[in-house]
Nanobody, 120 residues
C-alpha cells in the first residue's frame, strides 16, 4: 500500500521561508511526476509546482521566482523550498505523486497535507 506523508509546515512571518518535504513509502515500482498543490480556506485546491522524472519543472505564476521544487528519486522524496512567503500563500499544502505499484499502471496518490500559515 502506497502512502505519502508531508512535513515542514508551520507558522512563519511574511518574507520568511519554509521547506516542505513529502516522502513516499510502500510497494513502489516507479514514480514519474511529483507535485505540490495547495488549498486556501474557502477556496479550491490549486496547482503550485510539478517536477518530472527527468527534472523538468513547472510552476504556478503566483509562486514563480519564490518557490523551488526538487526531488530525490533514491529516497522517494519531493521538496518545496518556499521563500519570500506572503500571507496569500497561507494554505494546506498537498503533495501528489504519480506512482506505479506492482504490475499496474501509474496512478495519482495524495498526502494528507501540511498547513502553512504566513502572518502579515
Amino acid at each position: 500500500q502506497v502512502q505519502l506523508v508531508e512535513s515542514g509546515g508551520g507558522l512563519v512571518q511574511g518574507g520568511g521561508s519554509l521547506r516542505l518535504s513529502c516522502e513516499a513509502s510502500g510497494s513502489i515500482v516507479g514514480i514519474s511526476t511529483m507535485g505540490w498543490y495547495r488549498q486556501a480556506p474557502g477556496k479550491q485546491r490549486e496547482f503550485v509546482a510539478t517536477i518530472t522524472a527527468g527534472g523538468i519543472t513547472n510552476y504556478a505564476d503566483s509562486v514563480k521566482g519564490r518557490f523551488t521544487i526538487s526531488r530525490d528519486n533514491f529516497s522517494k522524496m519531493a521538496y518545496l523550498q518556499m521563500n519570500t512567503l506572503k500571507p496569500e500563500d497561507t494554505a494546506v499544502y498537498y503533495c501528489n505523486f504519480r506512482i506505479r505499484s506492482g504490475f499496474g499502471a501509474y496512478e495519482d496518490y495524495w498526502g494528507k497535507g501540511t498547513l502553512v500559515t504566513v502572518s502579515s
